[in-house]
């Protein structure tokens, strides 16, 4: 009984020890873990532009675009043009009947003519009376100056009948419109025997559209963050998704010099050529953008922006100690990008960053 009381507290002893063992090893390597440094590839930020190039979405457009209605009321009597008629600056497009205004015209001209033959004659009376008045006592100047009156009355009347003809004359012209540019009629909603005027509209569209297509309007929105970086180029490329395989070139013309409030966006105006007639107003266009950056940029490399749900920032590394900074992207080009937060030229940041390197870690 004793012997086996011997063995069964040496084994015990024995287990013990073995246990013992164990658990200083796992203290020993937990404190290794807990103690030790990891290891960092560090990037140094740059301070420079970064020039890049963006691809924004934009629309064909003609670069004019005028809906015809005619400027008195008539009948319409003959159109010259129809739906995809070419057609030059003057061109007859279509001619009205109005017999009013015609009468109303030939009256003005007569009323004209008549108020000038009357100031004619006041006029020649004037000038004879004058004349004879050079010798002392055969005129009197009472009878000097009713002449003068009279010829100031017609010439007076012969001017107001003359405003009158010119306006009638006007009214007349405004019954033969023509075209105001080159262009090419797009829509024709009249047709002969119709009465129009100046607020007709066949199913709330204009008698003709006319647009020029040998010169095209390229609009695209650029996004308030790149407005103003847009660099001052001479071609703008730009490809056409119906016509696939073809690139297009065109220069910045214009710039609205303001954003718009609903979109945060400029909008950009490109001037294209299109003699071949090749391009259509309306076409959706993908227009390649190049960037001048900013000169308060910083370059950093792109794996070192880290994006959560909740912020964007970089892991610099300031005395042995990583600390989040948040960070605004700008453009990017190959493995760089711009960032714009509290960071100086010379400040290091941890390359391929993620969101379980913590704020405040030691690095060596």
């Given amino acids: 009984m004793m012997k086996h009381y011997k063995y069964y507290l040496s084994a015990l002893s024995v287990i013990t020890g073995l246990a013992a063992c164990n658990s200083a090893a796992m203290t020993d390597k937990k ?3 807990h103690n030790s440094e990891r290891q960092f590839t560090l990037a140094r930020v740059v301070q420079r532009p970064l020039e890049g190039s963006i691809r924004l979405p934009g629309a064909l457009a003609a670069f004019q675009k005028v809906s015809i209605y005619p400027r008195i009321n008539g009948f319409v009597k003959n159109i010259a043009v129809d739906r995809g008629s070419k057609v030059r600056k003057g061109q007859v497009l279509l001619v009205l009947e109005a017999p009013e205004v015609e009468q109303q015209y030939y009256a003005a001209k007569s009323k004209y003519l008549q108020a000038a033959a009357m100031f004619a004659s ?44 010119r306006a009638q004359e006007v009214n ?20 002969p025997g119709a009465l129009v005027g100046p607020d007709t509209k066949v199913d709330d569209k204009p008698m003709l559209m006319l647009e020029q ?10 996004p308030e963050m790149y407005s103003a970086q847009l660099a001052q180029q001479s071609q703008i490329d730009f490809d056409v998704d119906a016509i696939p395989g073809k690139h297009f070139q065109g220069a910045i013309s214009r710039q609205a010099g303001t954003l718009n409030d609903k979109y945060r966006s400029e909008a950009v105006e490109i001037d294209v050529q299109n003699a071949s007639h090749l391009l259509k107003a309306g076409m959706y266009a993908e227009v390649l953008l190049s960037l001048q950056g900013s000169a308060q940029a910083m370059l950093v490399p792109s794996s070192a922006v880290v994006m959560s749900t909740e ?19 700008g453009n990017h080009h190959n493995d760089s990008t711009e960032v714009f937060g509290h960071l100086e030229a010379n400040d290091q940041v941890i390359i391929n960053a ?10 060596p």
Avoid: C
């Avoid at 010798?135 to 010829?151: F, Q, V, W, Y």
């Avoid at 007349?172 to 047709?191: C, M, Q, W």
């Avoid at 297509?213 to 650029?222: G, N």
């Avoid at 912020?311 to 992207?329: I, L, M, N, P, S």
């Fill in 354 to 363: 993620t969101d379980e390197i913590k704020d405040g870690v030691r690095v």
């Fill in 172 to 191: 007349k012209s405004y019954l033969t419109v023509t075209a105001p540019f080159d262009g090419v009629i797009t829509e024709r909603n009249i047709h």
């Fill in 122 to 165: 006041s006029k020649d009376n004037y000038e004879r009376t004058l004349a004879v008045s050079s010798e002392p006592g055969t005129i009197s100047a009472h009878d000097l100056e009713l002449a003068k009156a009279r010829m100031l009355a017609d010439s007076a009347l012969m001017n107001s009948e003359q405003a009158n003809f």
């Fill in 213 to 222: 297509e040998d010169k095209l309007r390229l609009v695209l929105q650029v």
């Fill in 31 to 33: 404190a290794t873990t």
């Fill in 311 to 329: 912020r964007k920032y970089v892991v610099a590394v300031k005395d042995h100690y990583t600390r989040w900074v948040d960070v605004e992207e």
